[in-house]
């Protein structure tokens, strides 16, 4: 009876999202009715209902998601993503395609250094896309390079995905931090490698080098090496810190907030820019703790209800193979990249997905990396890829359509696609690093 009225709520959350109800808000109505019929009584499910929403809020690990998100508003406000990017241009002057290739390497650095991807696409299409065109890169060319790219603040640690993904399946949020580096990496690379076999194959879409278009200052030089050099030191003290045993992920992040404000002071940050960053936090964050703990909610009906087993034994009983129940699960989330934002599809999907995994024999750890790959490239599907509207809104340039901006993310979103399941095949790209350091 209660996997039953799990199927039903989860028919009717559904039919809710569809109907434009807030995802946070259509949680939490599922999750109290369902509580209610499988109970019989208001008082007992609220009861329940009330106390996970209390030790929700309880976890330290909730206080991680609002520092990290800080300290990449900080950084991005201060100024050092432009000093990035213009020391990657300077250093890959070289390389077939240099511009796009700065672009993806500075992204690749800056997710270390922030949460999310919308502050990566944000920035450096701010940065990154004018260059492009002045130098006369293809249009389709240099936006997808800004958008395809920007996914990768979604896997290098700190990653609020990692995180939210560590907290409902209760996981080490330090082990996924580390999990994701070598598959971050991995990632780049591939889409480096693109970058200059497309440029090889047709120059026309990002002419070579010319000396003259990176000579510097010497002020635009030592602006360059204190963005650039406090990036760095945040990354060793970030993410050396977790990898050493140091700091725990909360505290990294509280040190890391720290560490990126005084970069912004030195850069040129005032009180305005301080509180506009802190504002700017609240607002990027309050809307995921909210979904946090309606998804605990949604997880204690999943619970009470039996549904993980219920389901599992659906999946299990309808004489699929292991990959088609992965595949299935591919195109699920896929789908539901066209429709809702990332954190959404963890919280309505991993409670059921990840126990369904452990059960074929996939590592947890693995598994968290290749739903996040996978999760990554609904970013970058239409009709609402949430990275294609945030470089929409962010060019300089009204002539960059949403269709341009699509079409120049394809080869990115096959990619991802690509460094999913090469994850997935050989895990230990993910588990190596956490099994020799953790």
Same mark, same amino acid.
């Given at each position: ?14 039919? /809710? ?91 690749? %650095? ?63 949020? &330090? ?8 598959? +971050? ?44 050099? &406090? ?9 050396? &810190? ?54 605990? #909610? ?30 299935? #699960? ?5 789908? /539901? ?50 990275? %294609? ?13 949403? +269709? ?35």
């Amino acid at each position: 009876m209660g996997g039953d009225i799990v199927l039903w709520m989860l028919a009717l959350l559904v039919v /809710l999202i569809l109907m434009g109800v807030h995802i946070g808000v259509s949680l939490a109505v599922c999750s109290a009715l369902g509580v209610f019929l499988i109970l019989g009584s208001t008082e007992a499910a609220l009861a329940i209902l009330g106390n996970t929403a209390y030790e929700a809020v309880r976890k330290d690990v909730f206080a991680v998601i609002p520092l990290f998100v800080l300290m990449g508003d900080f950084i991005s406000r201060s100024g050092a993503a432009a000093d990035l990017y213009r020391i990657c241009d300077r250093s890959l002057k070289r390389l077939p395609g240099r511009l796009a290739i700065a672009t993806i390497t500075g992204n690749t %650095v800056f997710a270390a250094v922030t949460g999310v991807s919308i502050a990566s696409a944000a920035a450096f299409s701010r940065i990154a896309y004018p260059e492009m065109r002045k130098v006369g890169y293809k249009q389709t060319f240099a936006l997808g390079a800004v958008a395809g790219s920007a996914c990768l603040g979604m896997l290098i640690p700190p990653s609020v995905l990692l995180i939210v993904w560590a907290i409902l399946t209760e996981m080490s949020v &330090g082990a996924l931090f580390i999990a994701g580096i070598i598959p +971050g990496l991995l990632l780049a690379a591939l889409f480096v490698a693109y970058v200059i076999i497309a440029a090889m194959r047709n120059p026309e879409i990002a002419p070579p080098f010319t000396e003259d278009l990176v000579k510097a200052t010497p002020a635009e030089v030592k602006s360059e090496l204190i963005g650039g050099l &406090g990036i760095l030191s945040l990354i060793i003290l970030v993410i050396g &810190g977790i990898w050493t045993g140091f700091f725990t992920p909360t505290e990294a992040a509280g040190f890391g907030a720290i560490g990126a404000l005084l970069i912004g002071v030195v850069k040129g940050m005032r009180t305005k820019d301080i509180v506009a960053s802190i504002i700017q936090a609240g607002r990027t964050t309050a809307p995921i703790m909210f979904l946090l703990i309606t998804a605990q #909610m949604y997880s204690r009906l999943l619970a009470i209800g039996g549904a993980v087993n219920f389901i599992q034994g659906m999946f299990l009983g309808a004489g699929l193979d292991p990959w088609q129940i992965i595949m299935l #699960m591919v195109v699920v989330w896929i789908v /539901l990249g066209m429709l809702i934002d990332s954190v959404s599809i963890i919280l309505l999907t991993v409670p059921i997905f990840a126990p369904i995994a452990m059960v074929l024999g996939i590592d947890p750890i693995a598994f968290a990396i290749f739903g996040i790959l996978v999760i990554e490239a609904g970013l970058l599907t239409p009709p609402f890829g949430l990275l %294609v509207y945030t470089v929409k809104g962010s060019v300089p340039d009204p002539t960059a359509t949403l +269709g341009i901006i699509f079409k120049g993310s394809t080869p990115y979103f096959i990619l991802i696609l690509v460094a999913a399941f090469i994850v997935l095949f050989i895990p230990s790209l993910a588990t190596w690093l956490p099994d020799a350091v953790l």
